[in-house]
């Protein structure tokens, strides 16, 4: 029985990491059919129901749910601490640290010190989740990653997390467009143009738009919310309309000439890259590995 309930909250305990009873069936190579009775398992066994049944809601825990992925954690951490220490020769298993970033910051920020590191540790398994802003900090706050990466303005701090970076913002258009022959000018002088933004209801959206605010460029005329950022380098490349984004996002565009970097007068917009680190993450090794790798990387650029 004891064997049965541990298995059981091992699986609990992923579907909870995971988001997801199919994430939690791919990474024990079982079917969700599988998961759903181990879960119910459980429930029977304690008493109370674990999740909340809302089709569309995806994985919501209940007020019990939440008790039992605490105490769950911190059983499956003491049982790691046990077996590092029955057996203190297995550090040549391979290691596993998991990544968490919102999906540009991935491109732009992390894929060169990700590079470098799997070079330098082959040893340590890594696992990169994007998502947006609210994804981000959910996987940490319920311990589904070991590190997250999210950019926020100036005015919105983000508490625990450590700057590790900025991301630079310009303004881009088409080779060719008429705002180019004028050289440098005032952000706010951009807003004749249309202008590529994302989607109007997502954190990054706002921030950008706050940020053209402060720099005088408080009113545009969205031409189109488009939530891919690949696609909005490529119909700005293609159109009349301008757009703002990481420069970093569209170096390729620029590179083959298709985008050009409208010059300003105002110093480029720049926001902060916040580090966190998931209070529940039994990586520490693996993070510092990691944090110094890329530290190294920008130190190199």
């Given amino acids: 029985m004891l064997q049965s309930t541990f298995r059981q909250i091992e699986v609990f305990l992923e579907v909870v990491r995971t988001g997801s009873f199919a994430g939690a069936a791919d990474s024990f190579s079982i079917s969700s059919a599988s998961v759903s009775n181990h879960i119910k ?22 007020e019990a749910g939440h008790r039992v992925h605490l105490r769950g954690s911190e059983l499956m951490k003491q049982v790691a601490l046990l077996a590092d220490e029955l057996q203190p020769n297995r550090d040549n298993r391979r290691r596993r640290l998991t990544l968490t970033s919102q999906r540009f910051l991935a491109r732009t920020f992390l894929a060169g010190a990700v590079a470098r590191f ?111 950022g690949t696609m909005i380098g490529e119909v700005a490349a293609r159109s009349d309309c301008l757009m703002c984004g990481p420069a970093l996002y569209v170096h390729d565009l620029v590179r083959a000439g298709r985008l050009v970097e409208l010059p300003t007068i105002e110093p480029p917009i720049s926001l902060p890259i916040h580090q966190i680190v998931a209070p529940g993450s039994r990586a520490a090794r693996e993070i510092a590995a990691f944090v110094e790798v890329l530290q190294s990387t920008f130190q190199d650029a």
Avoid at 51 to 61: A, E, I, P
Avoid at 190 to 205: I, M, N, Y
């Fill in 118 to 228: 799997t070079g330098l540790h082959p040893a340590i398994e890594l696992v990169i989740e994007t998502g947006n802003f609210e994804d981000v900090l959910d996987a940490v706050a319920n311990d589904r990653t070991d590190l997250g990466y999210v950019i926020s303005s100036e005015g919105a701090p983000i508490p625990d997390s450590t700057i590790v970076g900025h991301e630079r913002l310009g303004f881009f258009c088409a080779a060719g467009h008429p705002a180019l022959k004028r050289g440098p000018q005032p952000i706010a002088a951009l807003a004749e143009w249309p202008f590529l933004v994302t989607r109007k209801d997502e954190r990054f959206a706002h921030m950008v738009a706050v940020s053209m605010a402060e720099k005088g460029l408080d009113t545009v005329r969205v031409a189109a919310q488009i939530q891919d």
């Fill in 41 to 62: 398992a459980l429930e029977t066994r304690i008493g109370v129901p674990l999740f909340v049944r809302d089709r569309g809601r995806g994985v919501t825990l209940t």
